[in-house]
């Protein structure tokens, strides 16, 4: 079985608001989530997708933005 990776890369600035860089990380989780529920769907539920979510500056590097639980 082949395996494949894909990345979506999203750049902004006008971020050092707090209220906007949590908003931003709530887009970034609820995409992960949707491309999660896609993945299972369309290669089936014996495969576990692996989705990685993180922001990054020069500031402070690589930053893990975990996934939101289901609701």
């Given at each position: 079985?082949?395996?494949r990776a894909f990345h979506?890369?999203?750049?902004?600035?006008?971020v050092d608001d707090p209220e906007r860089l949590?908003?931003?990380k709530e887009a970034?989780?609820?995409?992960g989530?949707?491309?999660y529920a896609a993945a299972i769907l369309?290669?089936?539920e014996g495969v576990e997708p692996e989705i990685v979510l993180y922001g990054e500056d020069f500031a402070n590097g690589q930053?893990?933005?975990?996934?939101?639980e289901p609701d």
């Open positions: 079985m082949a395996s979506v890369e999203l750049r902004v600035s006008n949590a908003a931003l970034v989780q609820e995409a989530q949707q491309l369309i290669c089936g930053v893990a933005i975990e996934m939101k």
